[in-house]
């Protein structure tokens, strides 16, 4: 616990020698293309296929009709809802409607990606255009076109936590109140790898591989099996070196049985790799909420309830987990803060857009962002600092654990602890100078702060098996996936110390159902701290174990017996046998594997302060992070330098979503943003080095005191930046609210809005 060992990934990934899913093609592959849809809603009808399916080197060309023994994608959780829950789950194929740019109308399967482009364009296709509705906030006024309507409205769910009652009399009997309106802007995820899939069908055992990039392959195993209707155990998936995961890479997609079924037919290895294009039109995005929230106030600054009312883009339909994310995110709505009171409602929305689900935080950065701009506006209404209000309102550790209005358990933390270390370390106290500088300059400057707290490592379990190999090597094998993580290194910790092993003889084997009955994946931060409690289990009963073995055959007791270096010895002696030996030897071959569980009871709540400094042209609207600091609660450290690389990743994709991303509709429902091109990307120009430290304070809720750190990074950067932007223009302009993304056109059009050509004084 606490080593430091470089990533031993690394050094085949920097050669280039990774092994990602579209670098496996069996001889014979074929390749599969979809057809898309370039209309955002409207139906459809499709044309004589004969050309298509004579052209040069195609195999097969199917419409919905021919796969109607598929069923749709299925939406696999929800929050329990107030009220129906309108369902409308993604078509493998679209039969005689589309509602979304990119929508799946047809398969071809050809000898080479060219042949299927060329094949497809044969395909004649008349769509007659229905209204169109992209925008969030007016998906639900009374003339807004209606995507499903068979349900009627555009409503697909609604959530509720609180008391609304309670909450109305807070606000009727408050000092003062501070109220905003919220943009969380819509992401594309944009992993470096695009999603890949090889499907190969056995017809002898009516078996299929499935070669796929992913983020758990028994979840994605469960979900493909339950769309192509048939018992998971005919299927076997496995998944290599993955490029990229944020959470959208865990979702199984309509390309995936439609593959599986093609492979099938054919009795070939069928193939399907995405381009950069078709990611942005058909992957899962993030985010798309617009809230609205309020502090009722006392007239010291403490809040006495919170209202939060939030529209949910869902898109054109539910995707995996994508009803749930909003209850997740609801779940955290009063931050640190001590909040007694509260109301909060989402309404969960469809409309002629991609489907919304699960990116790196999921519900919760979208919480954070709330409360934290909105603790912030707060400070100005009561005429407070924002260190000083979250002073008078935090949970203190004397109250821990502690159970908020909305049913978290915070068990540990000192949140106005590490708030005063960060803006310690942040030089806060010499930010007046830092500002006149930037003064002189013609330059804003600002300097914003968010202290956050999430839930992670969910009740649950993620079991491992530990194995002594015949070359003396040990393979551990556990269901979580790594997505560049560093999976490898942080287990092997737990296994070398325990079985006196080299980082470089152990093995970590993830994405093979057939190497593991079972296995949770990766997603919520909890490969760590529900993965290595379980590892060390396995590893510790292994290590127990191959003492007793070479007790047995050096005569000694197992006590006496420790392992070091590849061997087993008894200790003060040079009388020693090597694992691989002890492996050959061992006449119960069941001595030579163990298996750990830890079964965690509630979630892990890591918490933290990220203090952004930036300065903002106004000449121009551009901003650019000089300074930024993290002082973070993760209970404990398992490594530093992998603990400091998530933090930074998540980091940087905030600011991205700050600064610069934004995925844009028009009114046709047109994707605007469907290519670099187009949408901007976070570079290493826009952000700066970090100054990162822990303050930790142990979980009692987990095993080893661990929290997770996987997505705290956005979830404590995104109000921090945004925090800061807004800071700046307050001290130069008076502008207390801008919506994200802050882009330099948004910023210098806020800034025109109140001066015209006056520049900052």
Known sequence: MGA???????????????????????????????????????????????AARSAEGVHLVWTAAEVADLSPMPC??????????????VPVLCADTVRHVGDA???????????????????????????????TDTALDPDAPVIWPEHGTNLAFEYERGDGEATEAAFADAAKVAKLRLVNN?????????????????????????????????????AIAKAMNVDPARLRVITPDVGGGFGPKGFAYREYPLVAKAAQALVRPVRWTSDRNEHFQSDAQGRDNVTEAAFALDGEGRILAMKVDII??????????????????????????????????????YSNTVPVDAYRGAGRPEAAFVVERLIDEAARVAE??????????????????????????????????????????????????????????????????????????????????AKLEEDGSVSLFIGTQSNGQGHKTAYAQFVAGPLGVD??????????????????????????????????RASTKLAGQLKELAANELEAAAADIELAEGTARIVGTDRAISLAELAAKAGDKEKLQAVGEFEQAEATYPNGTHVCELEIDPQTGSAHVLRYT?????????????????????????????LLENTVYDEDGQLLTATFNDYAMPRAWDTCSFAFETRNVPSTHNALGIKGAGEAGTIGATPAVMNAVIDALYRGYGIRHLDMPATPLRVWEAIQAVTGEQSAA
């Open 105 to 135: 109308i047809a398969l071809v399967v050809a000898d080479n990606i060219n042949l299927a482009r060329s094949a497809a364009e044969l395909i004649e296709v008349d769509y007659e255009p229905l209204p169109v509705m992209t925008a």
């Open 630 to 658: 993290i002082v973070d609660d993760f209970g404990v450290t398992v490594n530093p330098i992998l603990l400091e690389g998530q933090v930074h990743g998540g980091v940087v994709q905030s600011i991205g979503q700050v």
């Open 312 to 349: 949910a883009n869902m898109g054109a339909y539910l995707s995996q987990f994508g009803p749930y994310i909003p209850w997740l995110g609801i779940s955290m709505a009063t931050g640190l803060y001590d909040i007694r009171t509260a109301h909060v409602t989402v309404k969960g929305v």
């Open 4 to 50: 430091n060992p470089r990533r031993v990934e690394d050094d085949a990934f920097i050669r280039g020698e990774g092994h990602y899913t579209s670098d496996f093609q069996p001889e014979g592959t074929l390749t599969a293309f979809l057809v898309r849809s370039p209309i955002a809603h409207a139906r459809f009808s499709i044309g004589d296929l004969s």
């Open 384 to 465: 407070l600092s924002p260190e000083e209000i979250r002073r008078r309102n935090f949970i203190r550790p004397d109250q821990l654990p502690y159970t908020t209005v909305t049913d978290r358990i915070y068990d540990t933390g000192d949140f106005a602890g590490h708030m005063d270390r960060a803006l310690e370390k942040a030089d806060a106290a010499g930010f007046a100078a830092r500002l006149e500088e930037s003064r002189a300059k013609g330059r804003l400057r600002g300097l914003g702060f968010a202290t956050y707290v999430e839930a992670c490592a969910f009740a649950g379990s993620e079991p491992a098996k």
């Open 503 to 536: 980082y470089e003889h152990v093995h970590v084997r993830q994405g093979d159902t057939d190497e593991l009955e079972k296995g949770g994946g990766t997603g919520g931060s909890r490969s760590i701290p529900l993965g290595v409690p379980s590892v060390e």
């Open 186 to 222: 819509r992401l594309v995820c944009n992993y470096m790898e695009p999603r890949a899939l090889l499907a190969e069908f056995h017809p002898e055992e009516k078996t299929w591989t499935i070669t796929v990039g992913s983020q758990g392959v028994h979840g994605m195993r469960r």
């Open 76 to 89: 696999l959780a929800a929050g329990p809802t107030k009220g129906p829950l309108n369902r409308a789950e």
